[in-house]
């Protein structure tokens, strides 16, 4: 039995059996951690111990800033009311809500130092996937943003196990704000075991039931200690900004814990979209930006006259980047981005490059403390050059909340991230597609986002998206969804140029044989593109 400080066993008793457990690798010296730590103590408490104390930890657009001891002493408060007025046990899961600011921060340090599991759901999310999230994970409280009450409050009576909620960013008499400042400035945070879980994150999963993966105190240090101490490489002097939600654990790493443990800053932003996180960048003139590539493409289209003088170091994760978009931001700011794949199920980013040390095209290679494969249908590796599944091992791994798709993510102590990748004979990682969006025409293999990354070098294109749709003489034929930059017309002398571009661009056979012209495209919270939306359009003939 893995001991647990948890007197609420419920995450314990429902990890995956130790069996279907990724192989874990803990032997950087880094990562021989203790075998009791609480994540939280180990972020603030480390920075004040190193003298960090007096510097600004978090702060927001107008003007809030807390030091590492502001923050550490709200977060005690909070855990105070956690405790003391909602009665919040070791163990207990707390539904956490809110866009990105500083108070959300304050809220999940509190929720991880009194020793509860952090649940944290996109601001956008409806009560129907608040009610699913918050019934799997058996959420015994919430803290809630004031403003997004609603949905949560609509879910509420479908959510037995929930027994309370408290607002936050309010000056109610029973809000979080009012209830911790009655409170004394010390918590003695439960002293965890590494192995106990300190958050449980929900996949934006497409279909089905959302996955909850659990991670332990461990691997949200072990996240920290890997990619940004060998890739990242920012300095305490830094600024971070981005647009992931803190519910998504690209948005929580890079935007809260990365800078945390390094005694930089996290300048949190509550209305990311491309316009504002240039306006802020402009204003507030942070260093490092975490966004997806779709922003990157988005801010680099409208560059003229806006001021990206600050940024030092920007990191693209979330979908493939595509070396137009690499290059353009290069054009636009001088910057080489770092590009990464990470997911839900790893924590953070596990294959990766630094910013001197770049390939075009490439996402990178295994961060150190990782190792990766590219393994074939039945689990052999593949030499370089072929395109297989990716697999990853390191110290941060697959950890299903009482899910049968466990044996899905982890096959032979590798995790199995969906994805088809190829090595080169350099060891760089270059992405494909995800296994499940190959589109298989006329007997040919072909990955959407390199069509995808083809059409973006046509100066007509501001996005696009690419899948298979049903064609009688061929089974499947490319089809390619653009939206067109303003001043160009979506007929068929553009599409005969796209698709002269694209045959002379890569191999003429991937070039699509239809081209539809939206608006849009359809995009999850975290900037993905939503391939099966598309593939249904496709499958409608729209
Ligand atoms: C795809 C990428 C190519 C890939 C994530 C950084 O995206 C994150 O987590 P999710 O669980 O999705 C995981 C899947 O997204 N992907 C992510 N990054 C890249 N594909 N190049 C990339 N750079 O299919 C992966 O399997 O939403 C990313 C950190 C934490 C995260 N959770």
Same mark, same amino acid.
Request: with cysteine.
């Given at each position: 039995?893995?001991?647990?400080?948890?007197?609420?066993?419920?995450?314990?008793?429902?990890?995956?059996?130790?069996?279907?457990?990724?192989?874990?690798?803990?032997?950087?010296?880094?990562?021989?951690?203790?075998?009791?730590?609480?994540?939280?103590?180990?972020?603030?408490?480390?920075?004040?111990?190193?003298?960090?104390?007096?510097?600004?930890?978090?702060?927001?657009?107008?003007?809030?800033?807390?030091?590492?001891?502001?923050?550490?002493?709200?977060?005690?408060?909070?855990?105070?009311?956690?405790?003391?007025?909602?009665?919040?046990?070791?163990?207990?899961?707390?539904?956490?809500?809110?866009?990105?600011?500083?108070?959300?921060?304050?809220?999940?340090?509190?929720?991880?130092?009194?020793?509860?599991?952090?649940?944290?759901?996109?601001?956008?999310?409806?009560?129907?996937?608040?009610?699913?999230?918050?019934?799997?994970?058996?959420?015994?409280?919430?803290?809630?943003?004031?403003?997004? @009450?609603?949905? /949560?409050?609509?879910? =509420? &009576? #479908?959510?037995?196990? !929930?027994?309370? %909620?408290?607002?936050?960013?309010?000056?109610?008499?029973?809000?979080?704000?009012?209830?911790?400042?009655?409170?004394?400035?010390?918590?003695?945070?439960?002293?965890?075991?590494?192995?106990?879980?300190?958050?449980?994150?929900?996949?934006?999963?497409?279909?089905?039931?959302?996955?909850?993966?659990?991670?332990?105190?461990?691997?949200?240090?072990?996240?920290?200690?890997?990619?940004?101490?060998?890739?990242?490489?920012?300095?305490?002097?830094?600024?971070?900004?981005?647009?992931?939600?803190?519910?998504?654990?690209?948005?929580?790493?890079?935007?809260?814990?990365?800078?945390?443990?390094?005694? @930089?800053?996290? /300048?949190?932003?509550? =209305? &990311? #979209?491309?316009?504002? !996180?240039?306006? %802020?960048?402009?204003?507030?003139?942070?260093?490092?930006?975490?966004?997806?590539?779709?922003?990157?493409?988005?801010?680099?289209?409208?560059?003229?006259?806006?001021?990206?003088?600050?940024?030092?170091?920007?990191?693209?994760?979330?979908?493939?980047?595509?070396?137009?978009?690499?290059?353009?931001?290069?054009?636009?700011?001088?910057?080489?981005?770092?590009?990464?794949?990470?997911?839900?199920?790893?924590?953070?980013?596990?294959?990766?490059?630094?910013?001197?040390?770049?390939?075009?095209?490439?996402?990178?290679?295994?961060?150190?403390?990782?190792?990766?494969?590219?393994?074939?249908?039945?689990?052999?590796? /593949?030499?370089?050059?072929?395109?297989?599944?990716?697999?990853?091992?390191?110290?941060?791994?697959?950890?299903?909340?009482?899910?049968?798709?466990?044996?899905?993510?982890?096959?032979?102590?590798?995790?199995?991230?969906?994805?088809?990748?190829?090595?080169?004979?350099?060891?760089?990682?270059?992405?494909?597609?995800?296994?499940?969006?190959?589109?298989?025409?006329?007997?040919?293999?072909?990955?959407?986002?390199?069509?995808?990354?083809?059409?973006?070098?046509?100066?007509?294109?501001?996005?696009?998206?690419?899948?298979?749709?049903?064609?009688?003489?061929?089974?499947?034929?490319?089809?390619?969804?653009?939206?067109?930059?303003?001043?160009?017309?979506?007929?068929?002398?553009?599409?005969?140029?796209?698709?002269?571009?694209?045959?002379?661009?890569?191999?003429?056979?991937?070039?699509?044989?239809?081209?539809?012209?939206?608006?849009?495209?359809?995009?999850?919270?975290?900037?993905?593109?939503?391939?099966?939306?598309?593939?249904?359009?496709?499958?409608?003939?729209?």
């Amino acid at each position: 039995m893995i001991p647990t400080a948890h007197t609420d066993t419920f995450a314990r008793d429902r990890l995956p059996p130790r069996g279907d457990w990724p192989e874990l690798i803990l032997d950087l010296p880094e990562l021989r951690y203790p075998e009791r730590m609480n994540c939280a103590t180990e972020i603030l408490a480390g920075a004040i111990a190193r003298g960090q104390g007096d510097r600004v930890a978090v702060r927001s657009t107008d003007g809030l800033s807390w030091t590492y001891r502001d923050l550490d002493v709200l977060s005690n408060r909070i855990a105070r009311v956690l405790v003391e007025n909602l009665g919040v046990a070791p163990g207990n899961r707390v539904l956490l809500r809110g866009p990105n600011s500083p108070m959300m921060a304050a809220c999940w340090f509190a929720i991880v130092k009194a020793g509860a599991i952090v649940v944290a759901t996109m601001p956008l999310l409806r009560a129907k996937e608040l009610t699913d999230i918050a019934n799997k994970a058996q959420a015994s409280h919430a803290l809630c943003d004031a403003r997004l @009450a609603v949905e /949560l409050d609509l879910a =509420r &009576p #479908a959510c037995p196990t !929930l027994r309370s %909620v408290l607002h936050f960013q309010t000056d109610a008499a029973g809000g979080v704000e009012a209830l911790a400042a009655g409170k004394p400035a010390s918590f003695d945070a439960v002293h965890t075991y590494a192995e106990d879980t300190a958050l449980i994150a929900f996949t934006s999963g497409t279909t089905g039931q959302p996955k909850g993966t659990m991670h332990f105190h461990r691997d949200v240090i072990a996240a920290c200690d890997c990619w940004p101490k060998y890739h990242l490489r920012a300095v305490p002097d830094d600024v971070f900004v981005g647009s992931p939600p803190l519910a998504f654990t690209f948005g929580l790493g890079g935007l809260l814990l990365f800078p945390l443990r390094i005694g @930089a800053s996290a /300048l949190l932003v509550e =209305r &990311p #979209a491309p316009e504002s !996180l240039i306006d %802020v960048i402009g204003r507030l003139r942070p260093t490092v930006l975490f966004t997806a590539p779709t922003s990157y493409r988005a801010m680099a289209l409208q560059a003229a006259g806006r001021d990206f003088s600050s940024l030092r170091k920007c990191v693209s994760a979330g979908e493939a980047l595509p070396a137009a978009t690499r290059k353009l931001w290069k054009d636009t700011t001088g910057i080489d981005i770092i590009d990464g794949i990470g997911s839900t199920e790893m924590l953070h980013i596990f294959i990766s490059h630094p910013d001197d040390d770049v390939k075009p095209g490439a996402t990178g290679k295994p961060v150190p403390g990782y190792r990766a494969a590219i393994l074939d249908e039945v689990g052999r590796p /593949l030499p370089p050059g072929k395109v297989g599944r990716l697999a990853v091992q390191g110290p941060t791994g697959c950890k299903y909340l009482d899910d049968p798709r466990q044996s899905n993510y982890v096959q032979d102590g590798w995790n199995m991230t969906g994805d088809a990748y190829l090595c080169d004979e350099e060891g760089w990682y270059v992405y494909q597609a995800r296994t499940d969006d190959m589109i298989v025409s006329a007997g040919y293999n072909i990955a959407g986002p390199e069509v995808e990354s083809a059409l973006l070098l046509h100066p007509a294109v501001a996005e696009c998206g690419v899948v298979a749709a049903p064609d009688e003489e061929r089974g499947m034929i490319v089809k390619a969804y653009v939206v067109l930059k303003p001043g160009h017309e979506g007929d068929a002398a553009t599409t005969r140029a796209l698709q002269d571009h694209v045959k002379a661009t890569i191999a003429p056979y991937k070039y699509p044989r239809a081209i539809e012209y939206v608006g849009s495209l359809p995009r999850t919270e975290t900037g993905k593109l939503q391939r099966f939306r598309l593939r249904q359009m496709a499958q409608e003939g729209r």
